[in-house]
């Protein structure tokens, strides 16, 4: 399958710092990627839908002046957690939709904890 | 709203036999039908897409679909104790590529 790389895969920060996470495709381009959260023993939650070169689509309940997404490239796109508090402490997942196959695959998470 | 439907688990078989995970859905217009697993405190990884009726096989997973009855099921043969995770079905509803996921079925295979 295709390759979602994350980074960073942990971090953590105090409260009202911003922290930025990257997502990358390594092997493929993708023009859209996924951005969820999931908090401990609960489902995944997207929070936004990232197109390459235009506005992110932000899920109902989603701050997207607090969760700022750019999507700049075909195999790159950001989430940076502004302003960060303790209950954005989360396990962050980024995924890229892979064209070829019409299949999302993820990245291997970024663990946030907000002090 | 489109809906993806799984029993919560866990469901709990012996290693070597055949585990069996069902999922519903609400949209009839899906096209597209995606299994990942998740081991605790990782990401999803896919195993199996689906896209017509029938049993499509990889491996010791085989994936059913049955559109006319809305469900799709993962069938794990030979099952393993490192096969114990929680397994979500992902769905995507016509028109959409964003999947719609299900809670997820937690499997747990004992020695």
């Known amino acids: 399958g295709a390759v979602v790389s994350q980074h960073p895969s942990r971090v953590i920060c105090k409260s009202g710092t911003s922290v930025k996470i990257e997502c990358r495709s390594l092997?493929?381009?993708?023009?859209?990627m996924f951005w969820y959260r999931q908090f401990p023993k609960k489902s995944l939650m997207l929070m936004a839908t990232?197109?390459?070169?235009?506005?992110?689509?932000?899920e109902q309940g989603v701050e997207k002046d607090k969760f700022l997404i750019n999507h700049a490239s075909l195999t790159l796109s950001t989430l940076t957690v502004t302003s960060a508090h303790p209950e954005d402490s989360s396990f962050y997942i980024c995924?890229?939709?892979?064209?070829?196959?019409?299949?999302?695959?993820f990245g291997p998470g970024t663990r946030l904890t907000v002090l | 709203q489109k809906e993806v439907e799984q029993n919560s688990g866990p469901l709990s078989v012996p290693e070597g036999a055949i585990a069996s995970l069902n999922c519903t859905y609400s949209d009839r217009g899906s096209q597209s039908f995606f299994w990942y697993r998740q081991y605790s405190g990782k990401s999803p990884e896919l195993i199996m897409s689906i896209y017509s009726n029938g049993d499509k096989e990889d491996g010791r997973f085989t994936a059913q679909l049955n559109k006319a009855s809305q469900y799709v099921s993962l069938l794990i043969r030979d099952s393993q104790p490192s096969d114990s995770a929680t397994y979500l079905c992902?769905?995507?509803?016509?028109?959409?590529?964003?999947?719609?996921f299900g809670r997820g079925t937690s499997l747990i295979v004992h020695p």
């Open positions: 092997d493929f381009q993708a023009t859209t």
């Open positions: 995924s890229a939709r892979d064209l070829r196959h019409n299949e999302q695959f």
């Open positions: 992902a769905v995507n509803p016509g028109g959409s590529y964003i999947p719609t």
């Open positions: 990232s197109n390459e070169g235009s506005k992110a689509t932000y």
